[in-house]
């Protein structure tokens, strides 16, 4: 996974907002970086992804994704589309910020 390989054993993981499973919007660490990322693909798998990108800037790098995701559970198709901005120090990736927008509850 290339987590693996380019993420800083002190990465930070930001989200908009606390994710559904109750992950905090904030996890710091490589462990529990990770398990967020496993969590995620546990719950929904990527039927279709496209990525615009990289656009780099200092030590900054953004990538923009598109993709049709499915929901393991309920089989639920959707579209997700996301920024992602990346802070790289000495060759890792040492914090990724994610931006959405947030799904609104039906009513």
Not at 39 to 64: E, K
Request: aromatic share 10%.
């Amino acid at each position: 996974m290339a987590a693996d390989t380019y993420w800083a054993s002190n990465i930070v993981s930001i989200e908009p907002a606390e994710l559904p499973d109750g992950t905090p919007a904030r996890v710091e660490g490589f462990a529990r970086a990770h398990e967020k990322l496993d969590d995620r693909l546990s719950a929904c798998a990527m039927d279709d992804l496209m990525i615009d990108g990289p656009f780099v800037t200092g030590n900054h790098f953004a990538l923009f994704l598109d993709m049709i995701i499915t929901s393991r559970a309920t089989g639920e198709r959707r579209p997700f589309s996301e920024i992602a901005i990346y802070t790289v120090e000495g060759g890792k990736i040492i914090e990724e910020r994610y931006f959405y927008e947030q799904e609104q509850p039906n009513g």
